[in-house]
C-alpha cells in the first residue's frame, strides 16, 4: 500500500430520491481506495448501491456528502479519464459499431486518419473485425458488450468503470466474455473497478473484491484475490475455490437480509 | 467464399433463375391483389349498386361516371390546379408544424420556463377541438392561403409537440451519460444523441400530423371557398353536381393514401438503423 492511491472514495453518503416513495439512503459513508491499474470489484446483493457508487465515481450523480477524488483532484462531472461500461451497452443504436467507436474519438479532436485506423484497431481487439458497418440492432448480446468496450477502450480511459458488464449475457458468454477481458486489461493495464453481483467472476478477475452489506450500501469487507488468473485450470484451484467460498459466505448473509428489506 | 465458388453460384442462379423468377413474381401478383381486395370489392359494389337503379344518378353517380368525370378535370387542368392548390396547403401547415413543433417540443424538455409556459397549453390544446378556431382565424387573417395555412398549423402542431416531449423524456439516461462520458457538450449532446435517439417517436408524431394536416385543409378549402379541392368539392354540391363530389372523395382519398405512404417510405429510410427497419411493412 506505499504507492499512493489513484482513486479516493472518502466518506461518501448517498440518497436515492425515487420519484414516488420516501427517500433510501443508498450509501452510507462508504471509504474506499484504488490503486493504479488495479483491478477491483464491488460485490454486493442487488439494490446495495453498487452501481451508484460506480455513477459517483464516474461522475454521472453529484457528490452530495463527503468526497471522490481522482488523481487528488475532486470529481466534480463526468470525463474521459473515467471510462464507461453499462450492463445494457448504452450504444449509440443509431451508428456502426464503428461510428460508436469513433464517437469519442472525434470528441477528443482527433485527426480522421488516426482515429479511422484506431477505431478499427479497437474493433479488432475485442474481436468484431468484420462487423464494423453492423448496427447494434444487428449484433447479438456479446457483440453489443465488445462493440461498447472498444468504444470506451478506444478513447484511452485511465479508469475504466464496468457497471455488470456482463449481466445481461447468457453463460457461455459471460465466460468468454470474462476470458477476453482478462486478456484486454493483462495486455494493457488500467485501473478497472467492476461492480457485479457474480462471487466467480468477481474472484476470477479482481485483484480485490470489496463485498457491499445490504442497504444501506456500506463495505464490509476487502478480499484479497490476486493470484495467478492465467492457470487453465483455474477453477478448480484451490486458492480459487477457497476465495469463492469465503467471499460467497460473506455475501450470503446480506443477500438474504436484501430480500428480507425487499418483502417488508 | 472464392471467387470461383461465387460464380457457380451465379451460374446456377441464371439456370434456375427464370422459372423461379416467374413464380415468385406471380405470388406477388396474388399477394398484391389479395391485400387490396377489400378496396376492389368497395369499389365493384359501388358501380354494380349505381347501375342498379336502387339510386338515382344524383343520389350516387357509377364509379365509371366518376372516373371520366376525373379524367375530364384532368384534361382541363382542374384537377392539377385544385390538387396543387391542396397539397400546397397541406404541406406547408404541415412543414411548419413539424419545425415549429419539434423546435417547442425540444423547448419544453430542455427549459423549465419554456415547459412552465407551453405545458398547460398543450395540455389544454391538445384534446380541444382546434377547428373551432376557424371563425377567429377569418376575421383575423380573412380566407386566403395565410388563414388556411394557419388554422392547418393550430391543429397539426399539438401531436408533433406532444411526441417530441415525450420522446426526449424517453431518451435512455445511459445513452446521455455515454455521451458525456466521451466528452460531448450540452449541444453536441442535443443534436448527436438526444435528437437521434429522439427520432422514432418523432417520427410517430409527424406520421399523425401529416393526415391531420390534409384533413384540416380539405375542411378548411370547403369552409372558408376559394379554389382547392375541398373548395371545389363545396361548388360542385352547390350545383348539385353530384358526379364531381364524388370525384373529391376519390382524389382526396388518393391524395391520402399517397402522402402516408410516402411518410412511411421517409420513415424507413430515416430509420434504416432501427430494428423495425428490418420487419415487414404493410400495405
Redesign the interface.
Known sequence: MQEPAQIVVDHISHLYRPPRGREVLALDAVSLEVRQSEFIALLGPSGCGKSTLLYLIGGFLPVEKGEIRVDGKAVAGPGPDRGIVFQHFALFPWKTVRGNVLYGLERQGMPKPEREKRAMDFIELVGLHGFEDSYPSQLSGGMKQRAAIARTLAFDPKILLMDEPFGALDAQTRGLMQMELLRIWQSRPKTVIFVTHDVQEAVYLADRVAVMSARPGRIKTIVDTKFDKNDPDIFKNKFFVEKVDEIWNLVKDEAIKAQGTRSA | MTKDAQETQETRETIHGVPEMLGRLAWRLIWGFARIFSIVALLAAWEILARSHTFTPFQLPALSAVLERIWSDAESGDLAINTALTLYRALAGFLISAVGGIAIGMAMSRNAAANWFFDPIVSVGFPMPKIAFLPVVILWLGVYDTAKVTIIVVDAIFPVIAATVIAIQGV?R??I????????SNR?LLH??IL??A?PQIMTGLQVAMPLSLIVAVVAEMLMGGYGLGGAMMTASRFANSTSVFAGIVEIAVIGYVLIKAMTVIRRRL?????EA?APATA
Not at chain 2, 451519460?177 to 460531448?184: H, K, L
Not at chain 2, 430509420?271 to 430494428?275: A, D, N, S
Request: charged residues 15%; hydrophobic residues 50%; aromatic residues 8%.
Open positions: 435512455e445511459e445513452l451519460w455515454s455521451a458525456r462520458n466521451m466528452g460531448a453536441q448527436q444523441v437521434p435517439a427520432l430509420l434504416i438503423w432501427h430494428p428490418n
